[in-house]
């Protein structure tokens, strides 16, 4: 083997770094990667950066609701080769989650095949496919019109948004999970109309308090349904961001077959599965800890829901059985918020009011952004239309002028000249083709013109006039709810009811 040389101007430099600060500086670089580029929601969209990037790659796609699915393999190598540099089964694991209607309370991704279920994974990417559910249209939507400000992605060759326009507070309404380094966060979903009413009312009354609040805003409503017992946890975790409730079953007693009654279950707690509450029942009475019951049967399928049927032997109690089963058992489960999200870079703990008021000064901001570029797109355009008045009156003398000019820089001066037009009116009217040019009615161009200047008018109103802008916000809300929103599903108890 040959020895290796060493150029003779070469210089060793050895530099002596302490291993207990390397290691502190390693670890907070670490952390700060953790907290703000993956496991952390942005408090105004609501979405992790993984999420915001499937969807946005989605968007890209055009993989729509109006289009055919196409395999989730292809959404996650386009995410992660573009703008997600991290593991394809994470991506995987979020696209997944945002599919799921029981993790959600308004799915973002329309899941085609097996994405599981409570008790079992998905299949793998290659075998399942996605598409936009119609809601992800409303928090894309503004994208073309300079509502958000887009960043490089990892490598500087493409750039991505920092942000979704977010139609809908989405924080809230499908909530978040995440574990990050020396904080994590647990919010649950909430219904989309209650807090759309929410925002409007703090859109009409900006003083108002939390107890008027919650007045729109009770308390979380669930995907999977369920009685929340208790209501006292709500309301310190809207005030502080912190708190728990308990969420128990649904269930009521009835007869299952000619000689026996039993407990029918037709809605679990939030994330419980059949198959855990099965599990845990049979564990109970193999260790005799639980008498009475003969069977258990999980006859939950799509057409009919959930429904575990635990049928309970004669001379048993099933009222009191029913008690005790949701004190040894997931029947009856704690969901502990902790409301952690980003707000300006930077993690808080926020409470119900904060949260909503972060909302609404982004969709503020979105609205004025989408507002200010709608002006001067219609500006622009009746400059145009003035443009064309002016020539169409004498077509005649324009193609005149055209034809009879060397190049198209003396045409445009000529132009300028005859109808007193502008450098880009006259561009304008150069660039349009003969045919177009002609087929113009002085009739279309006023009736265009008018329009222009009467949008012109509501633009700039908006722009100038707060309450204006507040009132576009409330309408978009409204309309937003209308279409997307849902009936409540979870039922909330101040205490707990006796068994039905």
Same mark, same amino acid.
């Given at each position: 083997?040959?020895?290796?040389?060493v150029?003779?101007?070469?210089?060793?430099?050895?530099?002596?770094v302490?291993?207990?600060?390397?290691m502190?500086?390693?670890?907070l670089?670490?952390?700060?990667?953790?907290i703000y580029?993956r496991?952390?929601?942005d408090a #105004?969209?609501?979405?992790k950066?993984v999420?915001?990037?499937?969807l946005? %790659?989605?968007?890209? &796609?055009?993989? #729509?609701? *109006? #289009?055919a699915?196409?395999?989730?393999?292809?959404?996650?190598?386009?995410v992660?080769?573009?703008?997600?540099? @991290?593991?394809?089964?994470?991506?995987?694991?979020?696209l997944?989650r945002t599919?799921?209607p029981?993790? &959600?309370r308004?799915?973002?991704v329309d899941?085609?095949?097996?994405?599981?279920?409570?008790?079992?994974g998905?299949a793998?990417?290659?075998?399942?496919?996605?598409?936009?559910?119609?809601p992800?249209?409303?928090?894309i939507d503004?994208?073309?019109?300079?509502?958000v400000d887009?960043?490089?992605?990892?490598?500087?060759?493409?750039?991505?948004?920092?942000?979704l326009?977010a139609?809908?507070?989405?924080l809230?309404v499908?909530?978040?999970?995440g574990?990050?380094?020396g904080?994590?966060?647990?919010?649950?979903?909430?219904?989309?109309?209650?807090?759309v009413?929410?925002?409007r009312?703090m859109?009409?009354?900006?003083?108002?308090d939390?107890?008027?609040?919650?007045r729109?805003?009770?308390?979380?409503?669930?995907?999977?349904?369920?009685?929340i017992?208790g209501?006292?946890?709500?309301?310190?975790?809207?005030r502080?961001?912190?708190?728990s409730?308990k969420?128990r079953?649904t269930?009521?007693i009835?007869?299952?077959?000619?000689?026996? #009654?039993?407990?029918?279950? %037709?809605?679990?707690?939030? &994330?419980?599965?059949?198959?855990?509450?099965?599990?845990?029942?049979k564990?109970?009475v193999?260790?005799k800890?639980?008498t009475?019951?003969?069977?258990v049967?999980?006859?939950?399928?799509?057409?009919?829901? %959930?429904?575990?049927v635990?049928?309970v032997?004669?001379?048993?109690n099933?009222?009191?059985?029913?008690?005790?089963?949701?004190?040894?058992?997931?029947l009856?489960?704690?969901?502990?918020?902790?409301?952690?999200?980003?707000?300006?870079?930077?993690?808080r703990?926020?409470?119900?009011?904060?949260?909503?008021?972060?909302?609404? *000064?982004?969709r503020l901001? !979105?609205?004025?952004?989408r507002t200010?570029?709608?002006?001067n797109?219609?500006? *622009? +355009?009746l @400059?145009?239309?003035?443009?064309?008045?002016l020539?169409i009156?004498?077509i005649?003398d324009v193609?005149?002028?055209?034809?009879?000019?060397?190049?198209?820089?003396?045409?445009?001066?000529?132009? &300028?000249?005859?109808?007193n037009?502008?450098?880009v009116?006259?561009?304008?009217i150069?660039d349009m083709?003969? +045919?177009?040019?002609?087929?113009f009615?002085?009739?279309?161009l006023?009736?265009e013109r *008018?329009?222009?200047?009467?949008?012109?008018?509501?633009?700039?109103?908006?722009?100038?006039?707060?309450?204006e802008?507040?009132? !576009?916000?409330?309408?978009?809300l409204?309309?937003?709810?209308?279409?997307?929103? %849902?009936?409540? +599903?979870?039922?909330l108890?101040?205490?707990a009811?006796?068994?039905?």
């Open positions: 083997m040959a020895k290796k040389t150029d003779d101007d070469f210089t060793e430099n050895i530099i002596d302490d291993v207990s600060r390397e502190e500086n390693s670890f670089e670490y952390a700060y990667s953790v580029s496991a952390l929601p #105004r969209d609501g979405l950066p999420q915001r990037r499937i946005f %790659t989605m968007s890209d &796609m055009g993989v #729509r609701p *109006d #289009r699915h196409v395999k989730s393999a292809r959404v996650v190598g386009q992660m080769g573009q703008l997600h540099p @991290h593991g394809d089964a994470a991506i995987y694991d979020a997944v599919a799921q029981w993790a &959600m308004l799915p973002l899941g085609h095949g097996n994405f599981g279920s409570l008790d079992a998905p793998a990417m290659r075998y399942t496919e996605c598409r936009m559910a119609p992800a249209l409303a928090m503004g994208f073309d019109e300079d509502t887009f960043e490089p992605n990892y490598d500087g060759k493409e750039t991505e948004p920092s942000v326009p139609a809908f507070p989405n809230l499908n909530g978040a999970s574990i990050a380094v904080m994590a966060t647990n919010i649950p979903p909430h219904n989309l109309v209650e807090v009413a929410a925002l009312h859109l009409n009354h900006p003083d108002t939390l107890e008027e609040i919650m729109f805003v009770p308390g979380p409503d669930l995907p999977t349904g369920g009685r017992v209501l006292d946890g709500i309301a310190d975790a809207y502080t961001g912190k708190g409730f969420i079953a269930a009521r009835e007869k299952v077959s000619p000689r026996r #009654r039993g407990i029918v279950v %037709t809605e679990l707690p939030y &994330m419980v599965g059949p198959e855990r509450i099965i599990d845990q029942i564990t109970l193999q260790s800890k639980i009475g019951i003969s069977d049967k999980d006859l939950t399928d799509l057409a009919n829901g %959930t429904r575990l635990i049928e032997k004669n001379g048993i099933p009222e009191a059985l029913l008690e005790r089963l949701y004190k040894l058992t997931k009856e489960d704690s969901f502990a918020i902790n409301a952690v999200s980003l707000v300006e870079g930077q993690p703990t926020l409470g119900l009011k904060e949260m909503l008021q972060v909302y609404l *000064d982004h901001e !979105v609205t004025l952004r200010n570029f709608q002006l797109k219609a500006k *622009d +355009r @400059h145009l239309v003035e443009g064309l008045l020539a009156v004498d005649d193609i005149a002028i055209i034809r009879s000019s060397e190049d198209a820089a003396t045409a445009r001066t000529r132009l &300028m000249e005859a109808f037009l502008d450098e009116q006259a561009n304008y150069l083709q003969l +045919r177009r040019l002609t087929k009615s002085t009739i279309e006023e009736s *008018d329009e222009l200047r009467e949008r012109i008018e509501g633009l700039v109103l908006i722009v100038n006039d707060e309450s802008l507040r009132r !576009v916000v409330s309408e978009d409204a309309e937003v709810s209308t279409k997307y929103g %849902t009936p409540r +599903r979870t039922v108890l101040g205490a009811p006796p068994a039905a």
